[in-house]
Each structure stands twice: as structure tokens, then as C-alpha cells.
């Protein structure tokens, strides 16, 4: 459910701003996708496992503030972002 520390910073590189940028709001979300894409699919097999469903609520309510701070921001690097992670809004 984790995600492994070469495929972290393979997003970081893909999103980042600046040659020094970890922890952008397009960084956050982009790391925040992939462990909820993660535990999705965790959450297919193992139907029954709550304290992960919690978790999942928990990271999908992190990512729906780190967006909605980005749209008030800067509405252009939103809607660039949602397109890039293929996500519904």
C-alpha cells in the first residue's frame, strides 16, 4: 500500500516545479493518487479490511483540500493537474 522510494521520486521528478521542489500542491497530489490507487486495489481484494477503507478516507479528503487550495491559487496549474492524473472534476 505504500509506495516504493524509486517510484517517489519518480513522481517528484515528473511533477515537481523547480530543481528543489518536493512538496508543491501538484507534487502532494500526485503522490496522494498513487497510494489511493493503491489501496483501491487492496480494498477490491480484501473487501472486509476497514482500517484501511479508513485510511483510503482519510488520504482522498487530503488530496480533495490539497486541490481545492490549488484551484483557488492558481485555477490554470489545477486544471492542468487534473488532466495529467486523469482525474473527475
Request: proline fraction near 1%.
Amino acid at each position: 500500500m505504500s509506495i516504493s522510494k524509486t517510484q517517489k521520486s519518480q513522481l517528484i521528478e515528473e511533477f515537481r516545479i523547480n530543481e528543489q521542489d518536493t512538496g508543491s500542491p501538484e507534487v502532494q497530489v500526485a503522490l496522494l493518487t498513487t497510494r489511493i490507487d493503491a489501496l483501491i486495489e487492496h480494498l477490491n481484494t480484501h473487501k472486509h479490511d476497514e482500517s484501511s477503507r479508513r485510511g483510503l478516507l482519510k488520504l482522498v479528503g487530503q488530496r480533495r483540500r490539497h486541490l481545492a487550495y490549488l484551484k483557488r491559487v492558481d485555477s490554470q496549474r489545477y486544471q492542468q493537474l487534473i488532466q495529467r492524473l486523469g482525474l473527475r472534476k
